[in-house]
């Protein structure tokens, strides 16, 4: 009987050469040499390849992702020089013979300058990136910054100097400058770590650095950059500071311009399309309904996937017209892109409950901002005109760090504190999964440290400080506690509620409204002030006011908007319990 051997011999099969797969024998003389072990190994090595350069690129990803985040942070540390307005506030009046109606012409012309313009500085954030506006805000810091230190060492307008109109038009650009640079860091921070377990902390450390910026910035102007003549000694000099800073934001805007970059932004625009088609928008959206968002491929009445993309990019690199499709599909996702953010604005303002957070922001932003860029001339209504004055425990620039600094600690630890102890979704939940043994939503911080903001202006309507100025830093830590918290936890709610694809544009509409609110406060304060203080005349003394009869009215009102905010964000909130939205 012939053995197997032989019998494969007869057959002419004496190899594994039945594969097709595989590649023929390179020698004839029926020897295998390692052909087949060389085919593993190209294989092998194929795989070790791709994953090296996986990692490479995710190690790249990352290093961008947090080198951007290096950059907001540095961007914030800086953008919120006008905070420190207080510093110099008073220097207009005594040295430059401003009213109080001329000096808050300027600082509410920086507010309106800082908020009006946000929703479309949002917008050019979302559709196309942060890069440029960063740069565009370190133009704006230089050239208002300059032209504000030409006003000033130009002198008093009797003197031959620049008309009060000069300085308010300089701070247009700081507060256009403002709004920039601090919504790009701010974006930029949102969009790459939006989805992530610390989006509050990620969102909370830019927002406390940009509180930071004015304590570091006046004791700069205090301590180091002060009048050095004898008459002035220990004021600081504004001419000098003014250079400093427009040297400083400049700089500071030219660097975000390279480094504030969003990572993945694709996966966030795919996300929130499966998002929509899920609960419904995309089907009575206008914006959906084009052309460009439906492709036979997908179905009547669906967008492209992440998938589909990448499947058709890869047939296209097998077919020779392939370099002549791809900027056809770069536009077409380019006008994808577009169209998903308009119908997420278009819900954004449809949404009731937005209207409910805005209302209450404006009714607590624009307090807060009256009181800090009129906490130098609050100072002074403790004093008799004819005194020394505050103390350095007690003066303004003391002051604006303490509510720089008490600002900070409420935007870390409110951050902080919502990525611990917020509640998640329920549906996000699985019931396998040990239920959370504690909860606290985001709301309850909020409401509670506008509790705390209505409290220092309590006190100070109230005539105590009048009679123990020692106790306005009390005034000040609170004020700076709650303004802090509600300014870092209400564009963290903003990404929770809404998402962070289109956040620049729903941030940008929500932060207009401490303009108004800034405008209508400051307005108050200056008619109630000068109506106390009298008939105004060409002594500057005689344009200082004394006394609780100052101030005490417009902080009982600013104390009764407090309180109603309160109101309309515990109407939000029920709004979003009912829909089950974890806040």
Same mark, same amino acid.
């Given at each position: 009987?012939?053995?197997r051997?032989?019998?494969? *011999?007869?057959?002419g099969?004496?190899k594994l050469?039945f594969?097709? /797969?595989?590649?023929?024998p390179?020698?004839t003389?029926g020897?295998?040499p390692g052909?087949?072990l060389?085919?593993d190994?190209s294989?092998l090595?194929?795989?070790?390849?791709? $994953?090296i350069e996986?990692?490479r690129?995710?190690?790249?990803?990352?290093?961008?992702k947090y080198?951007?985040?290096?950059?907001?942070?540095?961007?914030?540390?800086?953008?919120?020089?006008?905070t420190?307005?207080?510093?110099?506030?008073?220097?207009?009046q005594s040295r430059?013979?401003?009213?109080?109606?001329?000096?808050n012409?300027? !600082? @509410?012309?920086?507010?309106l &300058?800082?908020y009006?313009?946000?929703?479309?500085?949002g917008?050019l954030?979302d559709?196309f990136n942060?890069?440029p506006?960063?740069?565009?805000?370190g133009?704006?810091?230089a050239?208002?910054?300059?032209?504000?230190?030409?006003a000033?060492?130009?002198?008093?307008?009797?003197?031959?100097? +620049?008309?009060p109109?000069?300085?308010?038009?300089?701070?247009v650009?700081v507060?256009s400058?403002?709004?920039c640079?601090?919504?790009?860091?701010?974006?930029?921070c949102?969009k790459n770590?939006?989805?992530?377990?610390?989006?509050?902390?990620a969102l909370?450390?830019?927002?406390?650095?940009?509180?930071?910026?004015?304590?570091?910035?006046?004791?700069?102007?205090?301590?180091?950059?002060?009048?050095?003549?004898?008459?002035?000694?220990?004021?600081?000099d504004?001419y000098?500071?003014?250079?400093?800073?427009? @040297?400083?934001?400049? $700089?500071?805007? %030219?660097?975000?311009?390279?480094a504030l970059?969003?990572v993945?932004?694709?996966?966030l625009?795919?996300e929130?399309?499966?998002?929509?088609?899920?609960?419904g928008? %995309?089907?009575?959206?206008?914006?959906?309904?084009r052309s460009? %968002?439906?492709d036979s491929?997908?179905?009547?009445?669906?967008?492209?996937?992440?998938?589909?993309?990448?499947?058709s990019?890869?047939?296209?690199?097998?077919?020779?017209h392939?370099? /002549?499709?791809?900027p056809?599909?770069?536009?077409?996702?380019?006008r994808?892109?577009? !169209?998903l953010?308009?119908?997420?604005?278009? @819900?954004f303002?449809?949404?009731?409950?937005?209207?409910?957070?805005?209302?209450?922001?404006f009714?607590?932003?624009?307090?807060?901002?009256?009181?800090i /860029?009129?906490?130098?001339?609050?100072?002074?209504?403790?004093?008799?005109?004819?005194?020394?004055?505050?103390? /350095?425990f007690? !003066?303004p620039?003391?002051?604006v760090?303490? $509510? &720089?600094?008490t600002?900070t600690l409420?935007?870390?630890?409110?951050g902080?504190?919502?990525?611990?102890?917020a509640p998640t979704?329920?549906? #996000?939940? *699985?019931?396998e999964?040990?239920?959370?043994h +504690?909860?606290? #939503?985001r709301?309850v911080?909020?409401?509670?440290?506008?509790?705390?903001?209505?409290?220092?202006?309590?006190?100070?309507?109230?005539?105590?400080?009048q009679?123990?100025?020692?106790?306005?830093?009390?005034?000040?830590?609170?004020?700076?506690?709650?303004?802090?918290a509600? +300014?870092?936890?209400t564009?963290?709610?903003?990404?929770?509620?809404?998402?962070?694809q289109?956040?620049?544009?729903?941030?940008?509409?929500?932060a =207009?409204?401490?303009?108004?609110?800034?405008?209508?406060?400051?307005?108050?304060?200056?008619?109630?002030?000068d109506?106390?203080?009298?008939?105004?005349n060409d !002594?500057?003394?005689d344009?200082l006011?004394y006394? =609780?009869?100052?101030?005490?009215?417009?902080?009982?009102?600013?104390?009764?908007?407090s309180w109603?905010?309160v109101?309309?964000w =515990?109407? &939000?909130?029920?709004?979003?319990r009912r829909?089950?939205?974890?806040?």
């Amino acid at each position: 009987m012939p053995s197997r051997d032989s019998s494969r *011999s007869a057959n002419g099969i004496d190899k594994l050469d039945f594969d097709a /797969n595989r590649h023929p024998p390179s020698t004839t003389d029926g020897s295998d040499p390692g052909g087949l072990l060389r085919d593993d190994e190209s294989l092998l090595s194929n795989v070790v390849d791709g $994953v090296i350069e996986r990692d490479r690129r995710r190690l790249r990803r990352h290093a961008v992702k947090y080198l951007s985040f290096v950059s907001a942070i540095l961007s914030c540390l800086c953008a919120g020089s006008i905070t420190a307005f207080s510093l110099y506030g008073p220097l207009f009046q005594s040295r430059l013979h401003f009213t109080q109606g001329q000096v808050n012409a300027v !600082s @509410i012309a920086a507010e309106l &300058a800082m908020y009006l313009p946000v929703p479309i500085f949002g917008y050019l954030c979302d559709r196309f990136n942060p890069r440029p506006l960063s740069l565009l805000a370190g133009i704006f810091f230089a050239l208002g910054y300059l032209l504000a230190a030409a006003a000033y060492h130009s002198g008093p307008l009797k003197e031959g100097g +620049f008309p009060p109109a000069v300085m308010v038009v300089s701070f247009v650009g700081v507060g256009s400058g403002t709004s920039c640079m601090y919504l790009s860091a701010i974006t930029t921070c949102a969009k790459n770590f939006g989805r992530g377990k610390y989006k509050g902390l990620a969102l909370a450390l830019p927002i406390a650095a940009f509180g930071l910026s004015g304590m570091w910035q006046s004791q700069v102007g205090s301590r180091l950059l002060y009048e050095r003549a004898p008459e002035y000694y220990g004021e600081v000099d504004v001419y000098r500071y003014f250079i400093f800073l427009a @040297i400083l934001l400049f $700089v500071v805007g %030219l660097v975000g311009s390279f480094a504030l970059r969003v990572v993945k932004e694709e996966e966030l625009i795919d996300e929130a399309v499966s998002e929509l088609e899920r609960s419904g928008p %995309l089907e009575d959206s206008p914006f959906i309904q084009r052309s460009v %968002l439906h492709d036979s491929g997908n179905g009547y009445g669906t967008l492209e996937s992440s998938d589909t993309i990448s499947n058709s990019a890869e047939s296209d690199d097998d077919d020779i017209h392939s370099t /002549n499709r791809k900027p056809r599909r770069r536009s077409k996702d380019t006008r994808r892109k577009k !169209s998903l953010l308009n119908t997420e604005t278009q @819900i954004f303002l449809l949404d009731p409950s937005m209207w409910f957070l805005a209302a209450g922001f404006f009714l607590v932003t624009g307090p807060g901002e009256a009181f800090i /860029n009129n906490l130098g001339t609050i100072i002074y209504t403790f004093y008799p005109p004819n005194s020394s004055g505050p103390s /350095n425990f007690n !003066s303004p620039a003391t002051h604006v760090s303490v $509510v &720089a600094l008490t600002s900070t600690l409420a935007r870390l630890i409110t951050g902080t504190l919502c990525d611990l102890l917020a509640p998640t979704a329920q549906s #996000s939940v *699985s019931d396998e999964q040990p239920a959370q043994h +504690f909860s606290c #939503s985001r709301l309850v911080f909020l409401l509670t440290s506008t509790v705390l903001f209505s409290f220092g202006q309590l006190f100070l309507a109230s005539g105590l400080i009048q009679s123990h100025p020692s106790l306005f830093a009390l005034v000040s830590a609170l004020v700076g506690l709650g303004y802090g918290a509600i +300014f870092s936890l209400t564009p963290i709610i903003v990404s929770v509620v809404w998402g962070v694809q289109n956040f620049g544009t729903n941030w940008g509409i929500v932060a =207009v409204v401490p303009a108004a609110g800034a405008a209508v406060w400051g307005a108050i304060y200056a008619a109630v002030y000068d109506g106390a203080a009298g008939d105004t005349n060409d !002594s500057a003394a005689d344009r200082l006011c004394y006394g =609780v009869k100052c101030y005490a009215p417009t902080f009982w009102g600013m104390v009764v908007c407090s309180w109603i905010a309160v109101g309309l964000w =515990v109407l &939000a909130w029920r709004r979003w319990r009912r829909r089950g939205i974890a806040v």
